[in-house]
């Protein structure tokens, strides 16, 4: 590709909101193969809300939403403001908490009124020796209406399964197609429940699922997928996002995202609009396919 016809494509881009970063990037996004996408803020609004709470026998709903909304309030997570915002919608007050810790990839803990308060997923029930095959058929059901299930536990006991929904983003059935309709293979790698995560897939007919991957595995599953697939872009949002979209060939960060992934990315979509993505696919193979 000659510098003019780079110059001329990344004039195009920013028409159609999005921005190179790297005069690369356009011609390396022609040659992609596969395009990997994070799930959550992503192919999702990441704004979930809380839709189910079920109780294991003893329990009270406006306690265990009560204690479980106060160590939430303590966490960044998208899971966390769901389970804030569902606690204070039905009224209840959050009491205070104490020595709050976030376990990554796996939930968080605090004490509250002097009882130790554990949220999370599967994984994290299971480091704590706790059984939840009680819960296994609802979460299991769950999982098949692509919503995301997660544990209570108080003082050492199993109280409830949460689940909270991301709604898809408007833009993101269009995409896929678009990116299917370019002759490209579509993947999803996300940290969330596999039983989700495949709900969530076949929806919007994605090619291939990599979930349950702790924070510091998106790596790997790039690396797997660019394997299996050959040239991969990689288009994510969050922290944890920056190492897999370093890794990708090309790296998209969605706008709207953290910094962190912004600054690790090759492309910048301007907006959440994933169309973004075969849009730079499409303009890289116009700019720099007709020139050579
Ligand atoms: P993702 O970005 O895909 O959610 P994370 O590594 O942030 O990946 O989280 C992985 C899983 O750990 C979540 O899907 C959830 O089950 C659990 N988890 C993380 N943070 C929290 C939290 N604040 N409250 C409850 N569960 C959490
Ligand atoms: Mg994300």
Redesign the pocket.
């Known amino acids: 590709a000659t510098p003019t016809s780079i110059m001329v494509g990344t004039g195009r881009g920013a028409e159609l909101g999005v921005l190179f970063r790297r005069g690369e990037a356009l011609q390396l996004l022609r040659d992609a193969n596969v395009v990997a996408l994070d799930?959550?803020g992503t192919l999702t609004e990441g704004r979930p809300r809380l839709t189910d709470l079920e109780l294991a026998e003893g329990f009270d709903r406006a306690q265990v939403l009560g204690l479980i909304a106060a160590v939430?309030a303590k966490?960044e997570?998208p899971?966390?403001r769901a389970?804030v915002d569902a606690a204070t919608a039905e009224g209840i007050a959050l009491p205070a908490v104490s020595d709050f810790q976030?376990v990554?990839?796996?939930?968080?803990t605090a004490g509250v009124e002097g009882k130790r308060i554990e949220?999370?997923?599967d994984r994290?029930m299971a480091e704590l020796g706790l059984n939840v095959t009680g819960f296994t058929a609802t979460a299991e059901r769950l999982g098949d209406e692509g919503k995301?299930p997660?544990y209570a536990a108080i003082d050492g006991r199993l109280a409830a399964i949460v689940a909270v929904a991301d709604p898809i983003k408007d833009t993101t059935p269009a995409a896929i197609k678009a990116l299917h309709g370019l002759g490209l293979k579509v993947a999803m790698i996300?940290?969330?429940?596999a039983r989700t995560a495949r709900a969530v897939a076949a929806r919007l007919g994605i090619d291939e699922v990599v979930a349950e991957v702790?924070?510091d595995g998106k790596v790997d599953a790039v690396r797997r997928l660019k394997g299996q697939y050959g040239k991969l872009a990689f288009v994510g949002d969050?922290i944890?996002d920056a190492p897999p979209l370093a890794e990708a060939d090309v790296g998209l960060a969605i706008g709207t995202g953290t910094d962190v992934a912004i600054e690790a990315a090759d492309v910048v979509l301007m907006s959440g609009n994933l169309l973004g993505v075969p849009n730079a696919i499409a303009l890289s193979k116009a700019t720099i396919g007709n020139i050579r």
Do not use: C, M, Q, R
Not at 190 to 193: C, L, Q, R, V, W
């Open positions: 799930k959550t939430e966490s997570h899971i966390a389970i976030s990554t990839g796996f939930g968080v949220v999370g997923a994290y995301s997660l996300t940290g969330d429940n702790l924070p969050g944890n």
